[in-house]
């Protein structure tokens, strides 16, 4: 179906609105009457600007307070009307959104309103005009779609409709299915939005609240298949007040919002794009570091051997158990989105890429393709190979990967092993603090794979990035938790595969000025965190230290073994449990803007200790600033 | 009566919440269980803090979910218990707040919930411990304080007493009455918050939208009234749960706080500060400009004159009818807070400082000293006339002053007049365009007065300056307003006197990023804003354009007499409308972070043509950034 947008879901001037609605697919805008009265541009030159971007002006919007008053105010709403009519003549608009009155002077009669309407829509009719009546969830009277429809029929006029918003029936808790008692060619217009399910005044939920569809909890699928049910054909538009978006760059966000309309007409069985292909598992994590020592020494320490080196790139393998990360030391290698700017000691050490070992890795890139991410090419170098590659919403590149496996190309073979003699001096010329050397059982504690990876959001893109992930790469997404750490809370929501062998924490700090710094993690599973702290220590790594206080709040709420929590207190372990089990983690120091984490999760255990993310968000302050 | 503040009402970690709380007054703090868990000091180490910081650890808190459970779980939560009263020995704290239980293990059982109680408080006793029950608005069974005490009174223990909290009690919409039936010796603990009115869910309310009283919209002052009657001798106590507050810095946070519940005590009868004096207008508004020739053009262009030049520096009186600027090109003046950062062309032009003419300046100032208003040096230079003066929050000083009035001193004589001969020529060499000489009528279009200054707030300090304004200066503060500009959601609020003659917009921008930038105008009252407007262009000046499209509208909207749309569209000239008459307005370009407004005023016009606010924001920045 046809999408379109209207301009109050994007910031910027109206110029900048509609280059982004054209660039991110839109096939029509729905003008914002503000955003008009706001532009340079007089009418005939938007429309001119919309022609030149392959964009039609579907909706004009909205006409308030217009019906069910007294003659007097009615033909004074009629004269604003025409007004407005010749604006839209002027802009190629054919049809206006009239909203349910909210006027005081309202009165409760249906029939007045139909009158009304219909000596509107007779007006309307002769400037080429369609009239559509939307039903405010916070009308006077009128507050219910199919009150809004009653209206419309017995006002009997051509040139008069009615509009549905999802945001107006669903907000309420009205039942959709009655729609389908509405002829399609009756409902002019479908404006589309979500809402997180907040308990709250309408009006004020809907001014600064609502997002793209499958970013709340609304039923706005369930919804739209009522409306195409109905036999409605024309555009899915989306109409999104949201306080964020209003600040964000209007790119992204439109690219966004169109990728939500495409997951949407997929939910409701309108559109079949490529089926997702849900990685199984992390292949490996990349990371840049102009000065490759500190975050050598921090993987050594966690008991990493540097396996191979890329044959041809600055990129060494590092690897342990399923755990692999490459470690990039070349100049610049991102290719998508500005890097946020380094901070602290170790520079621009950062998690570049990750790669996730897909059933299917062309069918990822094509479901990844056809929902907008940005697609990075094949191959870095002549000699590499093909290897298929997204952007996530971060900057963050999303490589599908098929590690080792027969016929298809694998990106190991990128690399060559390091000789065993060699493996010792690593691209920093510091040799290998050998785990065998210290003593500690080369076994116990030793990193199976990757449990997660954090990664901080910008802070105007976080229903972005949990939509993007969730619909490109098929994850699902857990609860969101708000974590308090000194200076403000963050949000934090994950998403995984159904087995947990892909985990990805996706947070956003308190407030957009903190983007420069996001920082991120990566958490490796052990089982036996003890003696993953004990070796890491033994290695010469430093844990971050944990305070007292903690302990002595966890004996209060758990009973530990004789000597366990000792142990725990000693190391700066971290304990948390839900109804599936226990997970036990500790933390490295942060170099530039990553840490790592070693994490013991029992098997149930579905969290990420969100519970003692305040206590290390403390400890990581105090590290950085003092305590 | 004695003070206190819950640390998590402050942002930072434990030693800077502190310090803050100290700094700003308080007698007390009630420490937040998590910021104790995440501090590296020992509780012992926290109590000899407080101990040399003068503060008394007055609460501990909270224990949740202990009461109404079964046995074999109270057993748990005794032992849970006993740990944490170990914990205030050690801190110090002899009060502990128990929260009505949201465990879905909780039974409906007031017999069973004051039996665990008692039990709970006669363990307490051994620890020299007092036990706060608190109902919580959400509490499982247990959610109105009345049920509460229902409960402490059957349990009949003498370490059990009750905890009212403002915000559980008004925002469920309880009447306080009940209050005055409560004992005041059992009522342990009193905590305070305001909110404002929101139609929310009350747990998400409470804990991110809470603000100190006379913030909000809840009557905290009657509550307490009723508290203070019931014989409760304790601390008045302030837990604020504040997205905002969290980011903010804690030591303007704590002043601010301690700044409500001085008004608050007072609002309740409870103490008498100096009374405030309310100002009867704008003496003067001044300018500092590191470079003086735009903004002297600019008020030239205005019809301004310079008249007078101050006695011993570089600070210029320019005069037109009552509107009075001083305009200072000396070195940096600021003696209070960080000047923002200069932006755009003009370089560090801004309002660095207010005059209020003022019935009793020193009574201002005691009142705002009273109200802990930074007070400024009396005298900027040995022969300079007294004045008393105090900053505001977000850094503009406000001088109270007694213009010309006999026996009081006057800022006027530290100024020297302009003689007539040399007035035309400014402290920029530039030669006044004299407005007789333009050929324009002198009066028609002359600038009356100063009709308001519009003042945008640092991002975390809105709700601290509309308090300050109010209570410090005895202003009333009108309805908030949102106000869309490209890039995200304006808010508005106004402060004024009861005849307008003191009329400040404060405003806020979307996001805290934007501090650095914050703009600032002064708004010019004439008779007849098209004379003034055609005198400015007259004399050279530039006025912001405004869209045609928005003339368009103003067409739809209101009926003009024949010509007059034409020339408001010719000169760029805004119209808006309340029940009260009409407001007709425009702007100058703007100079470093300042611009000028002539506004035209019907003596029952409220407003500040907010609905006009977006088309301007607009088209400044149209004008920085091109449209």
């Known amino acids: 179906m046809r999408t379109s947008i209207a301009t109050v879901s994007l910031s910027g001037t109206l110029t900048e609105k509609l280059t982004a609605a054209s660039r991110a697919g839109f096939d029509g805008v729905e003008i914002f009457e503000n955003d ?64 349910s009155s909210v006027s005081p002077h309202a009165v409760d009669d249906d029939a007045l309103a139909a009158e ?90 809907s001014r600064h609240y609502r997002c793209f569809p499958g970013q709340g909890g609304l039923d706005v699928a369930g919804l739209l298949g ?86 041809s790139k600055p990129v060494d393998l590092w690897q342990q158990g399923e755990a692999r990360v490459l470690l990039n030391t070349g100049p610049a290698v991102r290719r998508w989105g500005r890097p946020p700017r380094p901070s602290g000691s170790g520079g621009g050490t950062a998690l570049a890429a990750i790669g996730l070992e897909s059933p299917d890795p062309a069918g990822a890139a094509r479901r990844a393709e056809s929902l907008l991410a940005p697609v990075l090419p094949r191959r870095r170098a002549p000699e590499d190979a093909p290897l298929d590659a997204v952007a996530a919403p971060d900057g963050t590149e999303l490589f599908f990967c098929a590690t080792d496996r027969d016929g298809l190309p694998s990106w190991t073979r990128d690399f060559e092993a390091v000789p065993r003699h060699a493996e010792r001096a690593g691209t920093d010329g510091v040799p290998d603090a050998g785990v065998a050397e210290s003593g500690v059982d080369a076994d116990a504690g030793a990193v199976r794979r990757i449990d997660h990876l954090a990664l901080t959001q910008p802070w105007h893109q ?48 308190p407030a957009p000025g903190d983007d420069g710094a996001r920082v991120q993690h990566i958490a490796l599973a052990t089982d036996d965190v003890v003696a993953a702290a004990r070796r890491f220590r033994a290695a010469g790594g430093r844990l971050l230290p944990v305070p007292g206080n903690y302990y002595d709040d966890l004996a209060a709420r758990y009973a530990f073994a004789p000597g366990e929590l000792e142990t725990y207190r000693e190391l700066g372990v971290l304990y948390d449990r839900d109804e599936g089990g226990a997970f036990r983690h500790c933390y490295t120091e942060t170099v530039g803007r990553l840490f790592f984490e070693l994490v013991q999760r029992d098997a149930g255990y579905r969290g990420y200790g969100a519970q003692n993310a305040p206590v290390r968000l403390a400890a990581q302050h105090a590290q950085r600033y003092g305590g």
């Open 226 to 311: 009522h409306v195409v049910r109905a036999g409605y054909r024309g555009p899915l538009s989306l109409e999104v007040f949201n306080d964020v978006f209003r600040q964000a760059e209007a790119g992204p966000t439109a690219v966004d919002a169109q990728r939500s309309l495409r997951v949407l007409q997929e939910a409701a069985g309108l559109a079949e794009p490529p089926a997702p292909v849900v990685p199984t598992g992390v292949a490996f994590a990349e990371l840049v570091a102009p000065d490759a020592q500190p975050v050598s020494a921090l993987l050594r320490a966690l008991g990493f051997t540097r396996t191979a080196r890329h044959r």
């Open 36 to 99: 008009l009265l706001a532009s340079p541009l007089a009418p005939e030159e938007v429309r001119a600007r919309c022609a030149d971007l392959g964009l039609s002006v579907d909706l004009y919007q909205p006409m308030r307070d217009i019906e069910a008053v007294p003659a007097g105010e009615f033909a004074r709403n009629l004269r604003r009307a025409e007004h407005k009519f010749e604006v839209m003549r002027r802009l190629g608009a054919d049809t206006v959104l009239v909203c």
């Open 462 to 509: 976080f229903d972005e990035a949990s939509l993007f992930h969730r619909s490109v790469l098929g994850l699902r997404a857990q609860e969101s938790v708000d974590v308090a750490d000194p200076y403000g809370l963050w949000r934090s929501r994950a998403v995984t595969n159904a087995d947990g062998g892909v985990r990805i924490a996706l947070s956003v700090g």
């Open 116 to 205: 009304q309407l219909h000596a509107l829509a007779e007006r309307a009719q002769d400037f080429g005009v369609r009239v559509a009546y939307e039903a405010l969830a916070w009308g006077r009277h009128v507050n219910t779609y199919d009150h809004a429809w009653s209206i419309v029929r017995a006002a009997d006029h051509p040139a008069l409709g009615t509009c549905l918003d999802s945001f107006h029936i669903l907000a309420r808790g009205c039942g959709p299915e009655g729609i389908e008692d509405i002829p399609g060619e009756k409902i002019f217009f479908l404006q589309l939005a979500d809402a997180p399910l907040m308990a709250m005044d309408v009006l004020q939920w």
